[in-house]
């Protein structure tokens, strides 16, 4: 006989019934995924697929293509995190068969991949794989450096000046969705652009998506479904998002990135004044943990409004800290209207109660 459901499990049931808004989860690799699952999510919100680079055994291939001058090594180090990259998606599409999976390009300023000057020992190793000096070495890494990283060469701007890269990354995204299909995994791709301020960006990034993912096509002689949307996270991006949606297959609201913005604060120094803000009655809360309501929250329900203006049935999520935290879900569902919100894989069960929460006051 089938087991009985748990109170737990049943009463979960309920509140997916009620709950107008879906949850999904942040992951960056298979087994994230899985405890996402586990946790009721109903797909992945945000894939950053930076931190699969981090991993020691690709992390010299990525060094060498961040500072490589000659097509020959780039292409070395490209052919090399290709299978990582594919193994790593097709991981998390089996992990999540039949569910949507977002997956981000490249994000994060290429200088956070590169070892430290004092690192002699590393500093060793991959001048020899570069066939380089030390001293040269050295100069690439120093000129790699910038003053306001954060807004530097991150994002679609990286996508932008190092194409190749994206082309690597969709490829792996392609082929890791054609071999989970010819598995039997039903794969749903969605291919996010990080960074977008105009929707040249997007353009431009979205041509290249679907020029790559054509390449595959041709040489497999298979065709899978994906999506090309883009995060909303640059205020200029929720300003012209009427534009952004005529292009996008979807939107998904950098939050981070968006009250970083919007505020003009860094969202890596908060400890310096924000207790103090807090202290003062400047600041109710921290608008890191949740959404700025009168700020932030205008600008996300803009973007909505002008967005669903464009596309009616656009599929608009939010995947920054936010999409975990109660009140903000509540917003995100009762005045936003947003289709879904994505938080780390533990916070899913609170995310689907905060949800039939927002529900059931909304109905009154
Ligand atoms: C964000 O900016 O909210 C986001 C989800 O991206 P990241 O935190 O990786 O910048
Ligand atoms: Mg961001």
Redesign the pocket.
Known sequence: PPAMKGDLEQFMEWVDEIKEIDVLA?ADTPDDAAEARKNGAVGIG?V?TEHMFFEPERIGQVRQLILSKSEAQTKEALDNLLPYQRSDFEGIFKAMDGYPVTI?LL??PLHEFLPGLEDEEVLQKLSSQMSMTVTELVEEIKSAAEVNPMLGLRGCRLGITRPEIIEMQVRGIIEAALNAIDNGVDAIPDIMI?LVGKVQEFRDQAKLVRATADKVFEETGKTCKYRVGT?I?IPRAALTAHEIAKEADFF?????????MTFGYS?DDVGTFIPEYKRKGILLDDPFVTVDVEGVGQLIKSTVKNGREVKPDLKIG?????GGDPRSVEFFSNDAGLSYVSCSPFRVPIARLAAAHAATKKKG
């Open positions: 942040n945000l950053r981000r994000d994060p990080p995060m996270e998904s609201f950098g939050s981070n990135d968006l009250t970083q969202r939010v995947c920054g800290e936010h």
